[in-house]
DNA sequence: AGAATGACGCTGA
DNA sequence: TTCAGCGCCATTC
């Protein structure tokens, strides 16, 4: 806890979520991705469960690859917010935590009116 | 120092 | 489509 600079793994992850727009989701390997951790999505979830609740990060838009929410025990209701505060900000999130991850992912640098605006057929 | 863990990702069946 | 196994890499004991 000492070290505060910046260039702590935790702070990178941290940073690059509190960017994520509302209404937007990303992935783990997404955000390892950006951050220059390719391939260390595992290290992503660590930053988040090492994050002080409450946050000014919006973490709850960072899901698994999967598209869901990841319901362990280790978060002892965690997870359960996470999908109070998704459906706040407009996400429809499936009973068994699923998100329609296709349509809300999260695109840096990709504009509103980007192709990539919508998946749809 | 080494071994075990884990809010993940991908491939195969 | 869903379920299971293996691999990646930093943190923790």
């Known amino acids: 806890m ?11 992850v941290w940073r690059l979520v509190e960017q994520i727009p509302r209404g937007q989701l990303a ?3 997404q955000i390892a991705e ?6 260390c999505a595992r290290q992503v979830g660590w930053a988040l469960r090492r ?6 990060v919006p973490w709850h838009r960072v899901v698994n ?6 319901m362990t025990p280790s978060r002892e209701g965690s ?9 706040a900000e407009g996400i429809p999130v ?3 935590g699923r998100l329609p991850l296709a349509r809300f992912r999260w695109q840096p640098g990709a504009r509103c009116g980007a192709s990539a605006c919508d998946a749809g057929p």
């Open 65 to 70: 690859a999967r598209g869901c929410i990841a």
């Open 79 to 87: 997870d359960w917010i996470q999908r109070e505060l998704l459906l």
């Open 34 to 39: 950006l951050i220059g951790a390719w391939g």
């Open 51 to 56: 994050l002080p609740l409450p946050s000014a």
């Open 27 to 29: 992935t783990y390997g």
């Open 2 to 12: 000492d070290r505060e600079q910046t260039c702590s793994f935790d702070q990178r």
């Open 94 to 96: 499936d009973g068994a």
